[in-house]
């Protein structure tokens, strides 16, 4: 039996920050306080030591001073022992053999009061030229020195907890109003409506917040020229369904009207066949535009010969060449080495081939071109040409030129936006021109012919 781990409660990044920022602050408090622990206690250590050897090298200052007037060491000793009295230090007198010296117990005027535990001990020499073997032992009391390293803990112990408690608190305030701004674009992001209306507020555009707003915002911006795109497509291709939709419904209505008669019937079907063809054939771009849109994996480009694409794909126009009186010239000199899919390559140049069949005049010429140095593909016809005004808009779905539409009213206006589409697949760079003129004639004044460039990338 599978059990599922219980889920862990969410804390809020606010709440993350604070404890995050108050333990950064502990730590480096603990690790200032040991540091500074240690150095007082160092200090306060070394004092010690140095209070000690003071009060020995008093006590052997004395002895030098005093030997010299009682000349025996004995009752120098028992004159020192009554006249030398340092707070918190009890002094005794080695004999060389180790032995306690007992001065005069009327010799002290000021009775030894005890020392407070704990003890500290020092054992220097008391002179080695004037007392051989004597030595001098100093007791003193470590309790004030105790004393101040514990009032020292105590208050480590009390600021380290005052200071982690003001460190969440500061951390939460400067947190929130750190993270002000991300509950303002939470609020504005809930508020945005489904066809992308509405953006997230920008406080400071330079810091990290406001460049994710702003990219958000872009993001924004880029959903809704897609909205707005699909819009356009959506009403674009009801009104071009829409027509052969009510012509076929129109002859139906006429067939339906008329006497029965064979002939009429016929006439009838196939004009209502060629409607179907037509919806058909625009289903069908629209379902490929639709399929090219929703694709987002990376193409799968394997390596091929444009020139073996190029004489496929134009096979299957000889024939309707030939129909419409129109001649059609393939040029492959060399071997074109690329990277491409050869279905979608074969769809992009019979688009190409077949827009310059059809609006071409009987007796013109198509010629399809692939070359090297780049990777190039040319369609170059004689037929209508192409407005300048009307070039930059031959990619845009479901737009045709008025000689177009004049032309071959039945056209969809996908075709070029299908083959704009693999083109970008392929990282190739389509374009139109007029066809170059031979002898550096005059340009005409109208368009005659055109020149559709398709260049590959390299490597």
Partial sequence: MNTAAP????RSIRLRLTLWYAGTILVLLLAATLVARTLVRTSLEREFARSMSSSTAIVQGFFRVE??????????LDHIAGELVIPDRHIEFLTPDGAVHKPNAFARLVPQQPLAPPLRERLVPLNPDLAPGWRIRLAASAEPLVRQQRQIDRWALLAI??????ALLAGWVLTGRTLQPVSAMADAADRITADAQGRLPIAVPDDELGRLGLRFNALLDRLDAALGHQRRF???????????????????ELALAAPAGAADDRAALEQTRAELETMSRLADELLELARADATAAPPRLEPLFLDDVVADATSAFEALARTRGIRLLVEVPDEVPIRG??????????????NAI???HAGGTVTVRAGNAPARLEVIDDGIGIPPDERARLFERFFRGAEAR???PGGSGLGLAIAASIAKRHGARIAFDEPPRVGGAPAPS???????????PTG
């Fill in 7 to 10: 889920a862990r409660p969410a």
């Fill in 67 to 76: 030997i010299a007037e009682y000349r025996q060491i004995g009752p120098t």
């Fill in 161 to 166: 907890p005052l200071a982690f408690g003001l």
């Fill in 234 to 252: 959506l009403a674009d291709a009801a009104h071009e369904l829409r027509t052969p939709i009510a012509r076929a419904r129109g002859i139906g």
């Fill in 341 to 354: 899919e050869a279905i979608t390559l074969s769809r992009l140049i019979g688009i190409l081939v077949d």
């Fill in 358 to 360: 059809r609006y071409s």
């Fill in 406 to 408: 004049r032309l071959v």
């Fill in 446 to 456: 109208t368009p005659r012919g055109t020149r559709v460039v398709v260049d590959f």
